[in-house]
């Protein structure tokens, strides 16, 4: 009989909702929504699952220990409690990531990292006379601290390397996008493949990456070199290679078209590399266009979905930027649905159309919305009047 374990998926803020949907949709148990985090239920395999195809979640973590904590030697004596050797060798390798909110503690996140590593390796020490050493790049063992108020939680994160690092994208532009907020964006917008999907200011190509990999149902992370579970002591390969092996055997070709364009020559040759690498160039077109000289260049439904410069990323005079956005949206994409995320929320009253949504979101550290417009053959009025 298989064991069943409970776990953590972290994520950004504003896609706890969307990576919550889409562990249901993989066949997690009680799924329960967090603050940047889901938790829940399941096997070793739906571990493996979870880290191949998971689009909008940044790690897998098994917590091991919750315990009460109120100050860092209380922490120390606990952590020396736990026995670290049925996790990690006394000649293998190990690092720490710590999260602190707590009033209690006054240090910082770096010095718990610190003595969360005194405490495992003086744990060694003392009872083999070998200690583990650390490793920050590639460690065998990677250990996430968690401080919440007067309660600790450590997990080991299943993961590794943050699973934004899909392994596809190698060239960048000023600014890219996280590609876990890019494919919880294209989520958000309700994109599933059966409509065209077009990304006007492509960038290095990110956004219409994800979005081929969500037309063609290809696992997110299927170019990953390596998880951080690969390194543990029960490890499956076999297991491993079976879920990879059937998640594969699911793609399928885009239905609708993908595309992009961008007015830089260097965005879009970057962009070609980047599709190229995620072995999507069948799937994706990308061209040297001006968005503001461009028009709708597909017939049928379309979702056109992009993240415009902010005045934070690029030197731009961002209000007449965006009133040139809504006149472009309104004058050449008619039967489109447009979405973009912004921080400049002062520029987007400039766009000149009416936003049918708008969900707050997070990009690093600024405050973004993205929003929604519905854009119609002809007036709305006279659409509602067809009906």
């Not at 979702?303 to 902010?310: D, E, Q």
Request: glycine share 6%; aromatic share 10%; proline share 4%.
């Amino acid at each position: 009989m298989r064991k069943n374990y409970n776990m953590l998926a972290t994520t950004l803020f504003g896609l706890e909702e969307v990576l919550s949907k889409e562990l249901k949709d993989l066949g997690a148990q009680n799924v329960l929504i967090g603050n940047r985090s889901v938790s829940f239920i399941g096997d070793k395999g739906f571990m493996y699952k979870c880290n191949l195809s998971l689009r909008t979640a940044i790690r897998i973590l098994m917590p091991i220990r919750n315990f009460s904590v109120d100050n860092e030697h209380t922490l120390y004596k606990k952590l020396k409690n736990i026995p670290w050797e049925n996790f990690l060798s006394s000649k293998g390798s190990f690092a720490i990531n710590a999260v602190v909110h707590s009033k209690n503690f006054t240090s910082n996140s770096h010095y718990i990292s610190l003595k969360t590593k005194d405490a495992i390796a003086d744990y060694f020490r003392d009872k083999f006379d070998q200690r583990p050493n650390v490793d920050l790049q590639h460690p065998d063992l990677r250990i996430h601290v968690y401080i919440q108020n007067n309660t600790c939680t450590i997990s080991l994160d299943s993961s590794g390397d943050s699973l934004h690092k899909r392994g596809y994208r190698r060239n960048t532009n000023i600014a890219p996008i996280n590609e876990v907020l890019a494919a919880g964006l294209i989520l958000l917008s309700g994109y599933d493949g059966t409509t065209n999907f077009v990304d006007p200011m492509c960038g290095s190509g990110t956004l219409l990456i994800e979005a081929a990999m969500i037309a063609a149902k290809i696992p997110a992370n299927i170019n990953r070199p390596e998880f951080g579970f690969e390194k543990w002591a029960n490890y499956d390969n076999a297991l491993f290679e079976k879920i990879h092996d059937s998640l594969l055997k699911r793609v399928q070709s885009p239905l609708k078209k993908i595309m992009g364009f961008d007015r830089a020559p260097s965005a879009i040759r970057k962009a070609k590399e980047n599709i190229e690498n995620a072995n999507l160039s069948d799937f994706i077109k990308a061209y040297q266009i001006d968005f503001f000289e461009s028009k709708k260049q597909v017939q049928g439904a379309t979702i056109l979905l992009f993240n415009p410069p902010y005045g934070e990323r690029l030197k731009i005079d961002t209000k007449s930027f965006y009133k040139k956005i809504g006149d472009t949206l309104k004058h050449n994409y008619p039967s489109t649905t447009a979405w973009f995320i912004t921080s400049d929320l002062e520029a987007l009253k400039h766009v000149g159309l009416k936003t049918s949504r708008r969900i707050p979101m997070r990009n690093a550290d600024l405050e973004c919305r993205f929003v929604k417009y519905e854009l119609y053959e002809g007036s709305k009025k006279f659409k509602k009047q067809q009906k």
